[in-house]
């Protein structure tokens, strides 16, 4: 059966996302209207017909896809493909969410998912992406993920402050607590042992809600770093002492998970 005949009694679509690893969404998944929803397929259908007959040049397509982006709005567009891809962030992802930013860059919705998918993915917690993360917090300051990734983009520098957001983004959304940040705040402010606690407290967590094995592998790794160093009495905090003082994450900023997320 045709997937548009099969849409009977239907008025609107929830956009159905991949499992992304156990890892909070910044948003709710997208709903739309079911007649722009057919519209949206029916002109992606004539798009790739003409494009695979030779048709239509490059440009051509790209810029009525451009245009079916704009009829839908191209923030909704950019979470629709967020949702549907799981998350994954390529090069046509960044330059929708740069778009949309460019276009309404005060608008909260809009500046988290630049945050989340735009800009330079190579720098995700310098001073650009800590910088707009921050107004983010400015405009809603109970935001989970907004309270995460500021924690994580500030852990280095600023950790008495990043746990703060830390503890209140797993405070007001159980599902960050099994990634750790809260652990590495403490760990980055030196307190070796509630940083071992707080890591047990996370690999339980993510051990009894069935995370992924990578998730569990690498709060395990933390877990057990810790408990190096407090059953060390404090071995090698020459080193630890010594990226502290430049600024760096001792534990590293994508341990269990990108900083993105």
């Known amino acids: 059966m045709d997937y548009l005949a099969s849409l009977k009694d239907v008025k609107y679509i929830q956009v159905a996302r991949e499992h992304d690893g156990g890892i909070p969404f910044p948003w709710e998944p997208t709903t739309v209207h079911l007649e722009t929803w057919k519209r949206i397929i029916r002109v992606e259908r004539d798009l790739d017909e003409h494009w695979r007959a030779g048709e239509v040049t490059i440009d051509e397509f790209n810029e009525k896809h451009l245009q079916l982006f704009r009829d839908l709005g191209i923030l909704t567009w950019a979470r629709i493909v967020l949702d549907l891809s799981g998350g994954s962030i390529d090069d046509r992802m960044i ?12 608008d909260f919705d809009t500046l988290l998912t630049w945050v989340f998918a735009g800009g330079n993915l190579t720098d995700l917690y310098g001073k650009e992406k800590t910088a707009a993360t ?11 993920w907004v309270l995460h990734k500021l924690a994580k983009c ?4 600023h950790p008495e402050e990043a746990l703060g957001y830390a503890q209140k983004a797993q405070e007001l959304d159980p599902g960050y607590l099994h990634l750790g940040v809260e652990g590495l705040c403490y760990y980055q402010m030196g307190d070796y042992e509630k940083a071992l606690a707080s890591f047990r407290r996370s690999h339980q967590y993510a051990v009894a809600t069935s995370q992924p094995s990578y998730i569990i592998g690498a709060i395990s790794s933390l877990f057990l770093t810790a408990e190096d160093v407090v059953n060390s009495g404090g071995e090698g905090e020459n080193v630890r002492e010594k990226i502290r003082k430049a600024g760096q994450p001792i534990l590293g900023p994508d341990l269990p998970t990108p900083l993105r997320r």
């Open 134 to 144: 921050r107004r983010l917090y400015q405009m809603n300051s109970n935001h989970p």
């Open 95 to 106: 330059a929708l969410a740069d778009l949309a930013y460019k276009e309404n860059p005060d």
């Open 154 to 157: 500030i852990l280095g520098t």
